[in-house]
C-alpha cells in the first residue's frame, strides 16, 4: 500500500490505542466522536473502511452514503448492529473480533451468578447501613451442587461451563449448532430443547447472539419452565430476554435473583422498574469491557480490516459471499 494512497479509516467511537496504532501505520485514521448516524457519515463518505462499535446501525442508508467503502469491522464479537445482507449487496466485506472478549464476558457472569446467589448488594446495602441481619438470614445460597444452564456455548459459553464445573455445578448445555458429542468437549450435559433443559436448572445463563429466533427466548413462558427462585444472567444482548416479564418473575419470586449486564433499551432509564429490585444486581453492559478485552478486540479487527483494503481476504469473513466481486476491485 504505497504511502501517497493511504485510504481512510473512520472509527465510530475511541478504541484501544494500540489497535488505533495498527490502523495508522497503513491507513488515514479518524475518530467520529459524534455517533449519530448522519454525523459519521458526514466523516465516512470517502472512507474505505469503517469501524462500528455500539453505533450507529450499519444500515443499508449508511452504506449508500458510503460508495467507497470495502470493509465494516465490528468492535467485539456481535453483529446484531450490522445489516450484513446489505453490506454483502453494497459489496462490502463484514469482520468482526470473535472470541476477543470471551474470558472477560464468562468472568463478568461467574460474578454475576456468585453475587446472584449471595445477595451481594442487598447485604452490602444492610452492612453499609450498621445492619448486621445477614449473618442470620438463611437467604444466601452455595452453587456447589447446584444445576447450571449455559444458552449458547461458543467461545464465552464454554468458558463458563469451565468455571461452574469447578465450584462443583452440574453443568447442562443447549446449543443448536453443535452436536452432542460437541456439547460434551465443551463441559456441558447436552440438552435436547431449551424447553428440556429450563425445568432442571437452579441458575441459568445465557450466551447467546441477537437473532430473531432468540429475540425474547426469555418470557413468561420459558420463565414459567423454570424452578421457582432459580436465577437468571444474561450478558448476551439485552432484547434475548423480555424485561417485563423479567421483571414479574422477580417480583413474584418466581426468579429468585438475576444478574443483569444487557437491557432492551440501553442505556437503561433511572427509572427502570427492576432497579429497584433488592434481588438483582446490574451493570451498564460492561461484561466485555477489560483492559485486557478493549487491547484484544481492537488488535484482532484492525487486523481483519487491513487485509481487506490490501486486497487480501481476511481471516474472519462474516459474509464470505462478497468476496468474489469485492476480491477483484
Request: aromatic fraction near 4%; glycine fraction near 10%.
Amino acid at each position: 500500500m504505497s504511502s501517497n494512497a493511504r485510504p481512510l479509516i473512520v472509527l465510530a467511537g475511541r478504541i484501544h490505542r494500540d489497535g488505533q496504532a495498527l490502523l495508522a501505520q497503513e491507513a488515514e485514521v479518524v475518530v467520529a466522536e459524534d455517533l449519530g448516524e448522519a454525523a459519521v457519515i458526514g466523516l465516512a463518505r470517502e472512507a474505505q473502511g469503517l469501524l462500528l462499535r455500539a453505533r450507529p446501525r450499519c444500515s443499508p442508508s449508511l452504506l449508500a452514503a458510503c460508495p467507497r467503502l470495502r470493509v465494516v469491522g465490528r468492535h467485539g464479537a456481535g453483529l446484531d448492529i450490522v445489516d450484513i445482507p446489505a453490506a454483502t449487496r453494497f459489496g462490502v466485506a463484514v469482520v468482526h473480533a470473535p472470541g476477543a472478549n470471551a474470558q472477560s464476558v464468562a468472568e463478568h457472569a461467574l460474578m454475576l451468578m456468585l453475587m446472584s446467589a449471595r445477595h451481594a448488594v442487598q447485604v452490602d446495602r444492610w452492612t453499609r447501613d450498621g445492619d448486621w441481619r445477614a449473618r442470620d438470614d438463611a437467604l444466601n445460597q452455595e452453587l456447589a451442587g447446584k444445576t447450571l444452564g449455559i444458552v449458547g456455548l461458543g467461545n464465552v459459553g464454554r468458558r463458563v461451563a469451565r468455571f461452574a464445573g469447578a465450584l462443583g455445578m452440574r453443568v447442562l448445555g443447549y446449543d443448536k449448532y453443535l452436536s452432542d458429542d460437541e456439547l460434551r468437549r465443551r463441559g456441558a450435559e447436552p440438552a435436547a430443547s431449551l424447553e428440556a433443559l429450563l425445568p432442571q436448572v437452579d441458575v441459568l445463563t445465557c450466551h447467546t447472539p441477537l437473532t430473531e429466533e432468540t429475540r425474547a427466548m426469555i418470557n413468561p413462558r420459558t420463565l414459567g419452565l423454570l424452578k421457582r427462585g432459580a436465577i437468571l444472567i444474561n450478558t448476551s444482548r439485552g432484547p434475548v430476554h423480555d424485561e417485563r416479564a423479567v421483571f414479574e418473575a422477580l417480583a413474584t419470586g418466581q426468579l429468585g435473583a438475576a444478574g443483569l449486564d444487557v437491557f432492551e433499551e440501553e442505556p437503561s432509564p433511572v427509572d427502570n422498574p427492576i432497579f429497584g429490585l433488592p434481588n438483582v444486581v446490574v451493570s451498564p453492559h460492561v461484561a466485555g469491557g477489560t483492559a485486557q478485552a478493549s487491547r484484544a478486540i481492537s488488535m484482532q479487527v484492525a487486523g481483519e480490516m487491513l487485509p481487506v483494503l490490501r486486497g487480501e481476504r481476511p481471516e474472519v469473513l462474516v459474509n464470505p459471499d462478497v468476496w468474489p466481486r469485492l476480491g477483484q476491485r
